[in-house]
């Protein structure tokens, strides 16, 4: 008896330490298989799991076709919000954007409203192709927005109009963009210009410190850590609105495996909420871009983040 109750207690230890070792939010389940259906499917799972606090809501319609569907969780009166999959091959970012959904449905912070878009390039994600496509043509969506240096488009496709839209429209205050990979937590300025210090430098420092909490990930400028781009939602979105706004290039590849989805979504989605739980409640007042733009910089965006 003694032996077989000495099993059982090293059987629960085993399956604890399993559970903190690859700790992933409930109802959360990495995998490298999911399209577009699938996705819709999980949000609907989590809007019947917790009724009158997770609603879905349509962000637009895509050029795809389809729509782009989002959660909104919790009710409090600050706006955050997470993207994912501008670039539809990084399906790691969409994992990472359910399992932080998961986890917020679960745990709704009470100040704050989150809105979660898991997927905004349908089209690309689908076919696991980074660019999304409008009447034959093919966009890059993470350089399809306007900016005090110019970029490839501005609003060439639906998708990016319409997250635009919805960021004027429902007063969003913090937005965290998720790619794949690098590993990093970058903020603005991102676009070819050497005058790389907003207004803001310390508040962007404090809310990048926050969103690697776990993940330790390297922090610091877009343009320094990655590499400069024009036409970024980023750099659009603090220019414009003064949004706070941080790009998490997640993980170390953009073709993870599911232990390796587990590894992302569980040293990231504490700092997601660190982040949306420590943005500032007001946008920023002082978002005007004031240096010089530098077209020389422009050969050195690699377009493969
Ligand atoms: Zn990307």
């Known amino acids: 008896m003694k ?7 090293s059987a629960v230890a085993c399956s604890l330490f399993a559970t903190s070792a690859h700790a992933q939010p409930p109802g959360y389940q990495a995998r490298t298989d999911r399209r577009y259906p699938q996705v819709v499917e999980f949000l609907k799972r989590l809007e019947s799991k917790h009724p009158g606090r997770v609603s879905r809501f349509v962000l637009g319609r895509s050029d795809s076709g389809a729509d782009i569907e989002g959660l909104r969780i919790g009710s409090g009166p600050g706006r955050g919000m997470i993207v994912a999959t501008h670039h539809g091959n990084e399906y790691g970012s969409s994992e990472v954007a359910l399992a932080a959904a998961a986890d917020l449905s679960e745990q709704p912070i009470s100040t704050m409203t989150v809105y979660v878009v898991p997927v905004l390039n349908v089209g690309g994600y689908n076919s696991r192709s980074r660019e999304e496509k409008a009447s034959g043509r093919s966009h890059d969506p993470n350089r399809d927005y306007p900016g005090p240096c110019g970029s490839d488009s501005e609003f060439a496709l639906r998708s990016t109009r319409a997250l635009a839209e919805f960021v004027a429209r429902e007063s969003i205050v913090s937005v965290a963009t998720l790619h794949t990979h690098y590993p990093a937590v970058v903020y603005p300025w ?30 610091g400028n877009s343009s320094t850590v990655i590499y400069p781009a024009n036409g970024t939602f980023e750099d659009f979105a603090f220019w414009k609105h003064g949004i706070w706004s941080l790009l998490f290039e997640l993980g170390f590849s953009h073709s993870p495996r599911v232990a390796e989805i587990e590894e992302m979504v569980r040293v990231n989605f504490p700092g997601l ?26 050969i050195l965006d690699r377009r493969d983040e």
């Open 3 to 9: 032996s077989r109750s000495w099993m059982l207690l």
């Open 190 to 219: 991102g676009f070819s210009t050497r005058d790389l210090e907003t207004a803001h430098q310390a508040e962007f420092v404090k809310l990048v410190e926050a969103s690697v909490v776990e993940s330790r990930y390297e922090t």
């Open 273 to 298: 909420r660190s982040l949306i739980e420590t943005a500032p409640k007001r946008r920023a007042s002082r978002h005007a871009f004031t240096g010089k733009c530098d077209d020389s910089l422009r």
